[in-house]
């Protein structure tokens, strides 16, 4: 211990005078940062779509290093600032213009749930897992997917949701937490009952096995007609 090198630990290869030049780069940058996320917009972090969230994070980059390292000038980082918000101002300009090149950069809206069922061929594209879409939903008071008459995730990545009105909640498959780990194969008394896989909900009858018609499974749960909690 007694060779320990206490300023190389806490300074590097610097000397202790560049420490109040550090102060003064991060300011600089600091105030740079704020200036080009002021010209970017208002928007906060859930509604960054992918493109916006790939600027923020070159704008952060580019900023990091003239903070700490002294052979690191600010006049390159300006002129990376300056050349990212004049490709995010051109990006924009263009997306306004041209549906097709938005929907490249950004996305587009994909339905995950329509009629209390999942919209099987869109949810699959999406990469979110079922757990995760249930908390989501979940957290916005839902307890079963008859409580839904459509989901959609936004190119955001926010899930907007459409609810049936309090007299038109219909049947549907539950999703609280351990809800779908009692599923049956062998239907043994009357109700309606959901497929697990594609939420599709039917009024069955005690039968040995029965085949979802939507999706050609045949797994269920007991569905539920609870009314959304507000």
Same mark, same amino acid.
């Given at each position: 211990m007694s060779d320990f090198?206490?300023?190389?630990?806490?300074l590097g290869s610097e000397n202790w005078n560049f420490l109040p030049e550090v102060?003064?780069?991060?300011?600089?940058?600091?105030?740079?940062?704020?200036?080009?996320?002021?010209?970017?917009?208002?928007? %906060?972090?859930?509604?960054?779509? !992918?493109? *916006?969230?790939?600027v923020i994070v070159s704008l952060g980059t580019a900023a990091g290093d003239p903070m700490l390292y002294k052979d690191v000038g600010i006049l390159p980082a300006l002129i990376v600032f300056i050349v990212i918000v004049a490709l995010y101002s051109l990006i924009t300009y263009i997306i306004g213009k041209n549906k097709r090149f938005e929907n490249l950069m950004e996305g587009k809206p994909v339905r995950l749930i329509k009629n209390g069922a999942f919209s099987i061929?869109?949810?699959?594209k999406e990469a979110i897992g079922e757990d995760e879409f249930f908390a989501e939903l979940?957290?916005?008071?839902?307890?079963?997917? %008859?409580?839904?008459?459509?989901? !959609?995730? *936004?190119?955001?990545?926010?899930i907007s949701i459409f609810y049936y009105p309090e007299e038109d909640v219909k049947y549907g498959l539950p999703i609280m937490p351990d809800s779908l780990n009692s599923w049956q194969q062998k239907i043994k008394e009357d109700g309606f009952y959901a497929c697990i896989f594609c939420g599709n909900t039917e009024k069955l009858k005690p039968a040995t096995k029965y085949t979802c018609p939507k999706c050609q499974k045949g797994r269920w749960v007991k569905a539920s007609n609870k009314k959304r909690i507000r």
């Open positions: 090198n206490w300023k190389e630990f806490l102060i003064l780069r991060t300011l600089i940058m600091f105030i740079i940062v704020l200036v080009g996320l002021r010209l970017l917009g208002k928007r %906060g972090v859930k509604q960054l779509s !992918i493109f *916006e969230l790939v061929e869109d949810f699959s979940r957290m916005q008071g839902v307890s079963q997917l %008859g409580q839904i008459e459509e989901a !959609i995730v *936004e190119s955001s990545g926010n």
